[in-house]
């Protein structure tokens, strides 16, 4: 979650009434004891039936001006041309130059591995909460514990292993010291993007245990202890009863996990690889920064900004769309 | 799971909580060693903890002036996101308006579009008004960037408050600015400190934001200031590590006072959902 930007909360929710479909009392006409009051109040019903839309207006006109224009704004822009072309339309000239771009290319690809590593990411958490759950020995104690990288900002958290993964640093000492081979783990294109996504989960996986923990306190117990009695393995009732009890918990972490992959490793980039070695850790959001902030090419960066923008519109979408699936079935 | 399965269980995540906490710790043992120290053992333990490098960090490097620009950002960019986060939530909750629907659909939908997608544009935006660069300028990209999640938060807490309270207020003369100030916004203080933290947090750990809109160097916050810092002291480790725990400190600080507010506010959004 949560990081600039990333962490989003849930979708439009059933248990979330939107002011239309709250009942709400109707000021100036009507009946009944709102209406009689709002009759009372000096400035008269004029005044009360603006209220609404005077206590959302610094808020609409925020959201207006610096989300939506920009958003709107952006697509334009990214048919438009960079440099001595400025302000000219291109057509698709941007997205052709993307597309024949090999470190765009390398982001998307990189985009791609974080997608497979996924499941490895909403895991992690998953298995932690599941054993914390079930009161392992000092549970409060790592409850606590696996909480606190999740707070630190990602340039704290790249700037603590770039020391920590330096060369000559301690994780290549304790593995000499295991009798294995140092590693290079920002300077081998190999393997600097698994070091990057790694630090990423140590920093992020607080936030969906926590998420999981709360999924865990809506189960039924009841089924837990039938399984329990039914001398059912651990294996076993992970699969039969813990996973279909959490699955719109596991649905909302898979949705979490991947957007904070796809929008909120920019701190970690920057300060831990700048996208090298030879764009091995390059991903849209970085590319978008170089072109933007250090190449001057803003319609270029504004084109992968959509490319971004239509990725996370799927994944948008598929969240929608698993949550109506599972609404279905409940 | 048994009692030996539990066992066993622990070990691993014995080792993982120790894998969380290391690297802090050995932060902070290098940023209390000497120079020299570091370069002859940077492993073991220092037997007395300089505080030259902390000074150092501090005053020569100029973390103390990121910090009071950080501190400043936030506090105003927090105050704004809770005032309007709490009216727009108020009537989005409570009354009955012409495209409450829609303005509800398009926070959650803003949810989904990151910064990055519009940074762009924003950047320009922000440019043509005059607004780069300037701390009202940082302070607005952030409302903008937090304000959706604000208001779905404040919207579904404020949804759980009877009508009745409402009505009652209005009985008893209040107008609709009144009933906000004087029922919401107390009735709310959970959920806005939950929020508040949470806001804070965001925009204190933030630093693409901050490098786009705040640029110059005097302008940098804490977390730009801190990636300076890696190019700037690149060959005097300790003092960048004590750049780093600088940093980190105030958002420690807050976890350990705040843990279930920001446990609350995370889940609040899996749980409404």
């Given at each position: 979650m949560p990081r600039a930007g990333a962490s989003a909360p849930s979708p439009p929710g059933a248990a979330v009434p939107s002011g239309a479909e709250r009942g709400a009392p109707?000021?100036?006409?009507?009946?009944?004891p709102a209406g009689r009051a709002a009759r009372r109040?000096?400035?008269?019903a004029r005044g009360e039936r603006l209220a609404p839309y005077v206590l959302v207006a610094p808020a609409v006109l925020v959201l207006v001006a610096l989300r939506l224009w920009p958003l709107v704004l952006g697509v334009n822009f990214s048919f438009t041309g960079d440099g001595a072309r400025d302000g000219t339309a291109v057509g698709l000239d941007n997205y052709r130059e993307l597309w024949r771009d090999p470190l765009f290319r390398s982001a998307l690809r990189n985009t791609g591995t974080l997608v497979l590593l996924l499941p490895v990411a909403v895991a992690i958490p998953g298995l932690l909460a599941t054993f914390i759950h079930l009161r392992v020995p000092g549970h409060r104690f790592y409850r606590g514990v696996y909480f606190f990288p999740a707070v630190l900002s990602p340039v704290i958290a790249g700037a603590i292993f770039n020391l920590l993964l330096a060369y000559d640093g301690p994780l290549n000492r304790a593995l000499e010291g295991a009798g294995l081979g140092a590693v290079d783990w920002l300077g081998d294109p190999d393997v600097a993007l698994f070091t990057v996504v790694g630090v990423h989960v140590w920093a992020t996986f607080g936030m969906a245990l926590v998420v999981f923990l709360a999924g865990f306190a809506a189960l039924d117990t009841s089924l837990l202890d039938a399984a329990k009695v039914d001398g059912a393995s651990f294996p076993a009732t992970l699969r039969h009863v813990i996973v279909p009890g959490l699955s719109r918990t596991i649905q909302f972490v898979f949705v979490t996990t991947m957007i904070g992959m796809l929008t909120s490793m920019f701190g970690l980039l920057y300060v831990m690889t700048g996208g090298g070695p030879e764009g091995a850790t390059h991903l849209p959001e970085f590319y978008i920064w170089i072109q933007q902030g250090q190449m001057d090419r803003p319609a270029l960066a504004a084109a992968a900004s959509t490319v971004l923008f239509l990725l996370m519109l799927v994944v948008g979408l598929a969240q929608i769309g698993l949550l109506r699936r599972s609404g279905r079935e409940h | 799971m048994g009692r030996a399965g539990r066992r066993l269980a622990a070990v691993p995540m014995a080792l993982l909580a120790l894998a969380t906490v290391y690297p802090l710790l050995f932060t902070a043992n290098v940023a209390g060693k000497t120079r020299r120290e570091y370069v002859l053992d940077r492993f073991s333990p220092t037997g007395s903890p300089h505080a030259e490098n902390l000074v150092t960090a501090w005053t020569g490097v100029g973390m103390a002036r990121y910090a009071v620009n950080s501190l400043l950002v936030v506090v105003c960019a927090v105050a704004l996101l809770l005032l309007l986060g709490s009216m727009a939530g108020f009537a989005l909750s409570h009354l009955r308006f012409r495209g409450s629907g829609a303005l509800f659909l398009g926070c959650l939908a803003a949810l989904f579009v990151p910064f990055q997608v519009i940074m762009v544009p924003l950047v320009r935006i922000m440019a043509d008004g005059g607004l780069v660069d300037t701390y009202p300028g940082l302070v607005l990209a952030y409302v903008a960037q937090f304000l959706p999640f604000t208001i779905f938060l404040m919207t579904s807490y404020y949804a759980s408050v009877p009508r009745e309270l409402v009505d009652a207020a209005r009985i008893d003369g209040n107008t609709l600015y009144g009933v906000h100030r004087r029922v919401m916004l107390p009735l709310g203080a959970p959920a806005l400190l939950s929020v508040g933290i949470l806001d804070a947090l965001f925009c204190w750990n933030d630093v693409l934001i901050a490098l786009l809109v705040m640029p110059s160097p005097e302008h940098r916050t804490l977390m730009v200031g801190v990636t300076s810092l890696r190019g700037q002291y690149a060959q005097d480790v300790p003092v960048f590590a004590a750049g780093v725990l600088i940093a980190a400190v105030p958002v420690l600080l807050l976890h350990l006072f705040f843990q279930r507010q920001i446990a609350d506010g995370v889940t609040a959004g899996a749980t409404k959902g």
């Open positions: 109707r000021t100036g006409r009507g009946s009944g109040v000096a400035g008269g | -």
